[in-house]
């Protein structure tokens, strides 16, 4: 670090820390705009996989249940938000628009995504939607070449390099699949468009941590980010200095945090913590693993990419937290054509003692995400322990 004087850090107790955390992640007090909801968390990653419903959906159901999974397609008509890469493919809040710029000029400027350039390919894309407006990865399956350079996947991969630099824009989906279209025809003309300083994109991850994860290390704010820790660490002992942020530990812990006067001061510990919420593997909240075992002791994995023999719970488990604890883990499936609800397995954590509380609690959300997920009859076929079963299912 870059501080002249280590200063000593603010000691708070871990469910001051997690209570400060959720409150951050919008998951003590409800929205009714999903838009906010998107601002607050800074980013929702998209992601293909449907057993339950799609992580964006899901996410933003989880912070505002009135939200429908047309909203994102509406948002993105109103230009409230935009796709683009945040540690994954990502809807953003338009006002962060600016700071797509830093890694897409990295790009312009010949550094490295999952591709190699094509120059002739790129411009036939281009060319194609200049003349023809938006078009999908599909309109280019019959090229009217037949060189081998026109061919499908090429093309594919010259939309996504496109898309990566900034010279495309997602508009919006049809189905899932992308429309892809010129940015200058996309953004709104009065969105900042000046390239931020490695100084500004440092200071902005900084700020958007803090914002929606309250208390945060260095090493979460960098997460995924290449060659940007040095420049954290410049920033934040100039903004301890200037007492605009607190370093702070959480007891028994060795790990670094900061924060803000403002946000250790709305820690309420008379929160009401009766709460359940079934998360989405790739729930803000839960996405840095490392951080969601040091904050609540929840050591989690999701098993969609272990070998199904080597799997310990299932292919796709959610996450599911009880006040501030995470209590249990359910792996289900959402059959939209028979409209059932199938809990192949829910292991509950070493300890934890379901009460009557839980149960109702626990079973309301389960009706709530299984009818958001398209189904109206939920069927349980495995609890861990056994014996749970027969008290979950009298209250299902």
């Given at each position: 670090m870059y501080f002249r004087e280590v200063p000593t850090p603010h000691i708070i107790s871990q469910k001051e820390a997690r209570i400060l955390a959720l409150n951050s992640q919008g998951l003590l007090n409800h929205s009714n705009s999903s838009l906010e909801a998107i601002s607050q968390l800074t980013y929702i990653q998209i992601d293909t996989i449907s057993v339950t419903e799609r992580c964006h959906n899901h996410v933003i159901h989880t912070r505002n249940p009135s939200f429908n999974q047309d909203e994102l397609s509406h948002l993105m008509e109103?230009?409230?938000?935009?796709?683009?890469?945040?540690?994954?493919?990502?809807?953003?809040?338009?006002?962060?628009?600016?700071?797509?710029?830093?890694?897409?000029?990295?790009?312009?400027?010949?550094?490295?995504?999952?591709?190699?350039?094509?120059?002739?390919?790129?411009?036939?894309?281009?060319?194609?939607?200049?003349?023809?407006?938006?078009?999908?990865?599909?309109?280019?399956?019959?090229?009217?070449?037949?060189?081998?350079?026109?061919?499908?996947?090429?093309?594919?991969?010259?939309?996504?390099?496109?898309?990566?630099?900034?010279?495309?824009?997602?508009?919006?989906?049809?189905?899932?699949?992308?429309?892809?279209?010129?940015?200058?025809?996309?953004?709104?003309t009065d969105i900042d468009i000046s390239s931020p300083t490695l100084d500004e994109y440092c200071n902005h991850l900084i700020i958007n941590s803090l914002k929606s994860h309250g208390l945060v290390s260095v090493q979460e704010m960098s997460y995924l980010r290449r060659g940007v820790k040095p420049v954290i660490n410049k920033l934040l002992a100039q903004l301890v200095e200037e007492g605009k942020i607190v370093p702070v530990r959480i007891a028994s812990s060795t790990v670094d945090y900061f924060t803000t006067k403002e946000l250790l001061s709305s820690i309420d510990l008379r929160t009401d913590l009766n709460k359940v919420h079934i998360l989405s593997p790739f729930d803000n909240l839960i996405i840095q693993r490392k951080r969601a075992k040091e904050l609540f002791n929840f050591d989690y994995q999701i098993e969609c990419y272990v070998p199904e023999k080597k799997r310990k719970y299932g292919y796709y488990v959610l996450p599911i937290l009880f006040g501030d604890e995470f209590v249990g883990r359910l792996d289900a499936k959402a059959d939209r054509k028979t409209k059932q609800f199938t809990i192949k397995g829910v292991w509950f954590e070493n300890g934890f003692k379901p009460n009557d509380t839980f149960y109702k609690t626990f079973t309301t959300q389960l009706y709530s995400f299984s009818k958001f997920c398209g189904c109206e009859k939920i069927k349980v076929n495995k609890v861990s322990p056994n014996s749970f079963k027969k008290d979950l299912n009298s209250f299902i």
């Open positions: 109103e230009k409230s938000i935009f796709e683009y890469w945040s540690h994954a493919a990502a809807y953003l809040p338009i006002e962060d628009f600016r700071y797509s710029l830093y890694r897409k000029e990295q790009y312009k400027n010949g550094g490295k995504h999952w591709f190699p350039r094509d120059k002739k390919v790129d411009k036939y894309v281009m060319d194609r939607i200049k003349t023809e407006g938006p078009l999908q990865s599909k309109d280019f399956d019959h090229p009217q070449k037949t060189n081998g350079w026109y061919e499908w996947k090429p093309a594919k991969i010259a939309l996504t390099n496109l898309f990566m630099d900034g010279s495309l824009m997602i508009s919006n989906r049809k189905g899932f699949q992308k429309i892809f279209d010129l940015t200058e025809r996309v953004i709104s």
